[in-house]
């Protein structure tokens, strides 16, 4: 059994994370575990360190519209497994030990700062001259304006990147995939977080 | 029924602490992690360290030895050689820290000689004997002294005892004569109602015996509803033949005018019959139960914890049991959420980190979201 696991909210996550690794060859020494949903990952990570030999829990949760909120409710967890942690999350994603000599990781998407999701992480991947974008923006605009968008007002994001996605050479490309298809960049500053945060979870502690 | 253990020096449990017990325990861990001694130390403890119930342990470990010798030193030491397994790392030491203690924890052992313990303890002894003739002349009393503080040059002068003491008494057993063969010299004492199922009781010489205690009582309703979860034709069972350790289990189908042997009928009604009958005889008392799973299929495994935890309410019985299954985990965890009792219970997973042994205690609501999520516990 995996003695590092790296728990995320859903297929999706799940893709982009294996994508990364691969492209940064980051040794995949843990257990990527689709979730479900964030509920599922709050109630079963302070568990998920009690099991016999685990070395390492990270997450991988959306900051969705209260990132605040969400800091605080994993911050309570981690304290009460025995991990002294920061009053605020750190840009850079949180990598804590405690006394057992466990480690535990926290990414919140997009980049630990903002409100938002995975699919606000990869829009920031999206490359800088790339002509589409702005196309699918207004788009998006013209079609809220009119009142036609099926999508909540929360999801734009999400619409905007499998829009975008839909104008691709192979259009229909999953998230995952279409790293591994370099339709989008993994050289923005903040790829590099978050593959700097993976490495670190997955690396054995001294 | 015991809230907490602490257990000293018992095989590989050398300080181990569980800080709360409930009624039903299931105990889960790899191999080599204590989880049978972890019973056994459970078992010695409600048995107020009966002689004939560490016979059984020796034996079931392979250390029980049908030596005989006519040279006193010889037998003592080989009494001391086989009882010396029970102790972690078979030191054999003559002093008070060496000595196994299995009591409640967090009550403090003492080691004062003449207070009542709260704790059972096993240790070995040297011991002067004197006899004395009464003042009649009629008789010679023979009293038997503990030295506690031994003077090496001295060592050899005494002789060799273990010695017992639990709450409500002690007993000093000689070792230069054979303790166990052909079966225990020493009277047992009274001992709380236990019943032990080890791994590879599928069917037990004593059930029997047992059946004998409760037929014609309610209980054997419960032994016939426990049987219909695997043969849901079950109208009633009887123990034939001659002698008792040679009776053996029939049943009655609804559908079939005779009589079959339930040995004819697999391995899970036999186990199944094995604990219940353990479980209607250990009334206010322990059950104990090493690999709960075994011979049962995964899919009974959660009846018969319906049926454990039901039993154990009516009839006020502390459950132990360990197991090495998911599928027992997830069973136990099910009976025990669903329970309308409101017994609780608690899975305790022992770790062997680098020799020492370490505890790590789930909830039912942590028992719950792990098997709903998959997450594996053992």
């Known amino acids: 059994m995996a003695n590092k696991k790296l728990l995320v909210e859903g297929n999706d996550d799940k893709h982009v994370m294996l994508a990364l690794c691969e492209k940064f060859d980051i040794p995949e020494n843990f257990e990527i575990i689709d979730c479900q949903g964030i509920s599922n990952i709050l109630e079963r990570f302070p568990i998920d360190f009690k099991t016999s030999g685990t070395k390492t829990v990270g997450v991988i949760v959306d900051a969705d519209t209260d990132i605040r909120a969400r800091w605080a409710s994993l911050k309570t967890k981690l ?77 734009r994001s999400k619409a905007n990147i499998h829009t975008w996605l839909a104008w691709q050479d192979a259009p229909g490309t999953p998230l995952g995939l279409s790293i591994t298809k370099r339709y989008l960049t993994t050289e923005e500053e903040i790829c590099e977080k978050l593959t700097d945060w993976l490495k670190n979870c997955s690396s054995d502690l001294q | ?171 000093l057993i000689r070792l230069e004569r054979n303790i166990f063969f052909p079966r225990p010299l020493v009277k047992p004492v009274n001992s709380a109602n236990l019943e032990f199922i080890h791994t590879a009781y599928i069917d037990r010489e004593s059930n029997g015996a047992l059946f004998d205690n409760i037929t014609l009582t309610d209980k054997e309703r419960f032994v016939i509803e426990a049987l219909k979860i695997i043969e849901p034709k079950t109208e009633r069972i009887a123990f034939i033949g001659k002698g008792s350790r040679e009776r053996s289990a029939v049943i009655k189908l609804s559908d079939n005018e005779g009589v079959l042997p339930l ?46 935890f039901s039993l154990a309410k009516q009839l006020n019985i502390q459950v132990f049991a360990t197991t090495h299954s998911e599928d027992c985990i997830s069973g136990f965890e099910q009976a025990l959420n669903e329970n309308k009792e409101a017994i609780k219970g608690k899975l305790i997973r022992l770790d062997n980190v680098k020799g020492v042994i370490t505890q790590t205690n789930f909830s039912p609501r942590e028992l719950k979201i792990a098997n709903e999520q998959n997450i594996e516990l053992r």
Not at chain 1, 106 to 122: A, H, K, Y
Not at chain 2, 279 to 297: A, R, T, Y
């Open chain 2, 1 to 171: 029924m015991l809230t907490s253990l602490h257990i000293k020096n018992y095989r590989n449990l050398k300080d181990f602490t569980l800080d709360s017990l409930d009624q039903v325990n299931l105990i889960t861990g790899k191999n080599n992690t204590g989880k049978s001694s972890l019973l056994e130390a459970v078992a010695i403890y409600a048995s107020k360290g009966n002689i004939s119930l560490l016979a059984e342990l020796l034996k079931n470990h392979g250390e029980y030895f049908r030596e005989q010798s006519d040279d006193a030193g010889q037998m003592a030491n080989l009494n001391l050689n086989a009882l010396s397994s029970l102790f972690t790392g078979r030191v054999t030491g003559f002093d008070v820290s060496s000595g196994i203690f299995i009591g409640e924890a967090g009550k403090g052992i003492s080691h004062e000689k003449y207070e009542k313990p709260n704790f059972v303890e096993l240790r070995f002894v040297k011991y002067d004997e004197k006899s004395q003739q009464d003042t009649a002349n009629t008789s010679i009393v023979k009293q038997r002294f503990i030295i506690d503080t031994i003077d090496e040059n001295d060592f050899d002068e005494y002789r060799t005892g273990f010695y017992i003491r639990w709450p409500e008494g002690n007993q």
């Open chain 2, 263 to 308: 040995k004819s009928m697999g391995d899970g009604i036999n186990r199944i019959l094995t604990l219940i009958l353990a479980l209607v005889n250990s009334e206010n008392g322990f059950l104990l139960i090493d690999e709960f799973e075994n011979g049962l299929h995964y899919t009974v495994q959660k009846q018969l914890w319906e049926i454990v």
């Open chain 1, 79 to 155: 304290e009460s497994a025995g991990f002294a942690v920061p009053d605020n999350l750190p840009e850079s994603g949180l990598i804590a030990e405690n006394h057992s000599g466990q480690k535990a990781g926290v990414w919140i998407m997009p980049n630990n700062e903002m409100d938002g999701m995975l699919e606000d992480f990869m829009s920031f991947l999206v490359p800088h001259d790339d002509n589409l974008m702005p196309i699918v923006g207004s788009t998006l605009d013209d079609i809220e304006l009119k009142r036609l968008n099926k999508y909540k007002n929360s999801d």
